[in-house]
C-alpha cells in the first residue's frame, strides 16, 4: 500500500497524475461508464480514486449535492468492495460521504434506516473477526494480564473491572495464569461492563465454566451499561480488595460528549471552513495522498499526532471525560490498563478527519490484503460492518453522535495525567512476551515499538494502536 501513496520521478505539473486527472471533466457528458477510467492501471487508479474522494468531500462540505453526486458516479466505476485495498476503501469512503450528504434531509435519512436493525449476534461476530484476523487485540490482552498479573502479586482479593467485557478469552488466559501462581490462586471477581446483556451473559458462562475446571474461587459482575451512562455504585468496588481496570477501544467514545459541552459553549462555527480547506489541498501540485498527508501544504495543518487541532476538547478541560477519568481515579486501582487506537480522527473539520482517515484505515486494509484473500467472506464482514461503520461515524456523524474519536497517544498521556494518574512502565518480560507473539503472528508488517514505557502496535511505520498502564499519583 506503501507504494500507492509514494510516487517515483518528477512532480512537476506536466507529470503530477492528480494535475492530469484533475483536468479531466467530471461531466457525465464524456459517457457513463466512462470508458477511460476502466483503463487505469491499479496505481493510477488508485491515485484518482484519492482525487475523486477529495473533490467529493469538498463539493459535499460547501453544499455542491449535484457535482457531488456527479463525483459519487465517477467513483463507482473504480470503487469496489471486493478489490485492491484502494479500492475497497474508496467503497466505504464513499458510502460514508453518501451518508453525510443523506444526513441534510433528516427525514429521508431516518425513512432509510428505519428498518435497520443490527443483530446482536452479528456484533459478537464481526467482534471475534477482528480478534481472529489482526493481532492488535491478543497483544494488547498479553501486555494488559502482565501488568496485571505484576500489580496483584500476593494480593488475595482481586477484583478486574472490564470496560468492554466482550471477549472472554483475555480473562481465560488470565486465570489460567492465576490457578499456576507460586503463592496460590487469589479469589477473582471481574465486573464486566457492556451494553448488550447477551454478550455479558456469554461472557459469564464462560469464565465460569473455565473457573470451576481450575478451582480458581471467582464470581463475574455483570453491568448492562453504556458508557457514558454508567453507574459506579454497580461496579461494587469494596474495601479489602485489589482493583485492576482494563479499558480496551473505550474511552475514546467518551470525548464526543465533551464536543457537545464545547458546541454549547462556542455554537458559531464556519460553515465554510471545510470547503475552503479541501479546495486548496486540491488546488495543490501533489501527486499522492502521501505528499498531501505529509506536506505542511493545507492553512497549516499537519497529520502529525502533535497536530494543535487534532481534538476541539485538546487544549479545553471538559467534565464529561475528565469527570469519568477522574472517578476511575477515585476507585483506587493498583493497577489501570489502557489501549486505545493510536490515530488522529478528532479533528474538527471534515478535512482533518477525512485525510487522517484514509490514512490510518488505508493501514488497516493493507493488513488483510497482506494476509487473508480478496475473496474472503470473513474479511469483507469485518472490512464491511467494522471498519464500514467507523469510517461513517468518522465522515458522516457530527456532535454527540460521533463517537469514534480515536486521538494520539500523546493526547491520552496528557488527559490521564492531568485526571490524576502516574504512568507504569509496562515491564520487560510483558513487553518480550507481546514481541513474540507478533515475531510468531507469520507477517512481518506487524511491528511493536516502545515509547517510554509505553507500547505501540504499527503496521509497518504506521502506528495503530497504543497501550499504557497506569496508576494514580500518591
Known sequence: MESMFQEEGSSSVTSSPLQFFSMMSLSPSIGSPYPWLRELKSEERGLYLIHLLLTCANHVAVGSLENANITLEQISQLASPDGDTMQRIAAYFT?????RILKTWPG?????????????????LVQKLFFEL?????????????????????????????????????WIALLQVLSARPEGTPHLRITGVHHQKEILDQMAHKLTEEA???????????????????????????TGEALAISSILQLH???????????RKSPLLSKHSNGIHLQKALLMNQSTLGDLLEKDMVNGYSPSPDSAS???????????????????????????????????HNGSTLMER?????????????????????????????????????????IACEGAERKERHEKLDKWIQRLDLSGFGNVPL???????????????????YRMREENGCVVICWQDRSLFSTTAWRPKK
Open 427 to 445: 515491564s520487560y518480560y510483558g513487553m518480550l512476551q507481546a514481541r513474540r507473539f507478533l515475531q510468531s503472528y507469520g507477517c512481518e508488517g
Open 253 to 263: 467514545s467518551l470525548l464526543a460528549l465533551d464536543d457537545e459541552a464545547l458546541r
Open 354 to 394: 477525512l485525510l487522517e482517515a484514509l490514512y490510518s484505515y488505508a493501514a488497516l486494509f493493507d493488513c488483510l490484503e497482506s494476509t487473508v484473500s480478496r475473496t474472503s467472506l470473513e474479511r469483507l464482514k469485518v472490512e464491511k460492518m467494522l471498519f464500514g461503520e467507523e469510517i461513517k461515524n468518522i
Open 134 to 170: 489482526f493481532p492488535f487485540l491478543k497483544v494488547a490482552y498479553i501486555l494488559t494480564n502482565q501488568a496485571i498479573v505484576e500489580a496483584m502479586e500476593g494480593e488475595k482479593m482481586v477484583h478486574i473491572i472490564d470496560l468492554n467485557a466482550a471477549e472472554p478469552a483475555q
Open 212 to 238: 470451576e475446571r481450575l478451582d480458581i474461587p471467582f464470581q463475574f459482575n455483570p453491568v448492562v451499561s453504556k458508557l457514558e451512562n454508567l453507574d459506579f455504585d454497580k461496579l461494587r468496588v469494596k
Open 95 to 99: 458510502e460514508a460521504l453518501a451518508d
Open 310 to 344: 487534532s481534538s476541539p476538547a485538546s487544549s479545553t478541560a471538559s467534565m464529561n471525560s475528565e469527570s469519568f477519568l477522574n472517578a476511575l481515579w477515585g476507585l483506587s486501582p493498583k493497577v489501570m490498563v489502557v489501549t486505545e487506537q493510536d490515530s488522529n
Open 108 to 124: 429521508l435519512h431516518r425513512a432509510l434506516n428505519s428498518t435497520r436493525i443490527v443483530m446482536v449476534s452479528e456484533e459478537i
